[in-house]
């Protein structure tokens, strides 16, 4: 006899009065994926420097024509609500206080994927996709490369493109800013034994 499980899926509003009430941990690191809440994967040495090296980046390259947002959360639905690495945001004078970001704000989207590429890929990229999010990079730190997804449609991106180390990307909504590959990368993996 098979039995059936009624799972409890949790609003955008649902969830954040839970966050603002104090249920969650000040150091639990959360998204709202189609109403579930996901615990996502610690953030790791490697990681947290690529995240801050494209932050560096793209405020010196950008300067005030957007805002760049750092592990901030991003609401794409009434059921999602995801907190990518970097967000390349339409700048607002309120500096988005009184009403957070949503999918027609977000310029470029990057996730920083060490362990978690398959997620990112197969169920953040569609979401992304389908909340009509216009750019989506996944850095993937294990293979030293970079996921370009662009023109989003209801069932994922129309174009998608791999680059490497000694390629340049442009990013859709600012063409004429160039980024090296490896300046996204950052060094090339570095056995840990060398840091010692």
């Not at 941990?25 to 995240?51: F, K, N, Y």
């Not at 009184?98 to 999918?103: D, E, K, S």
């Not at 996921?147 to 129309?158: E, V």
């Not at 390629?167 to 010692?196: I, K, Q, T, Y």
Request: proline share 8%; charged share 25%.
């Amino acid at each position: 006899m098979a039995l059936d499980v009624a799972r409890r899926l949790f609003t955008v509003d649902e969830y954040d009065r839970l966050i603002e009430t104090g249920f969650f941990g000040p150091e639990e690191r959360l998204e709202l994926v189609d109403g579930e809440i996901i615990t996502m994967s610690p953030i790791g040495a490697r990681h947290a420097g690529c995240v801050a090296r494209l932050m560096d980046l793209f405020i010196a390259r950008l300067g005030p024509r957007a805002l760049v947002w750092v592990q901030n959360p991003v609401v794409l639905g009434e059921r999602q609500e995801f907190v990518p690495d970097i967000t390349v945001l339409r700048r607002r004078d309120d500096y988005y206080t009184r009403l957070r970001p949503g999918p027609g704000d977000a310029l470029l989207v990057i996730e920083v994927a060490d362990t978690t590429l398959p997620f990112d890929r197969s169920v953040k990229v569609p979401r992304y996709a389908a909340a009509g999010v216009v750019e989506v990079w996944l850095v993937d730190l294990q293979r030293n490369l970079v996921l370009t997804y662009d023109t989003p449609r209801a069932d994922g991106y129309a174009s998608s493109r791999t680059a490497r180390r000694g390629e340049h990307l442009n990013p859709v909504s600012f063409p004429e800013v160039g980024l090296a590959v490896e300046d996204l990368l950052g060094p090339p993996n570095v056995p840990l034994d060398d840091f010692r």
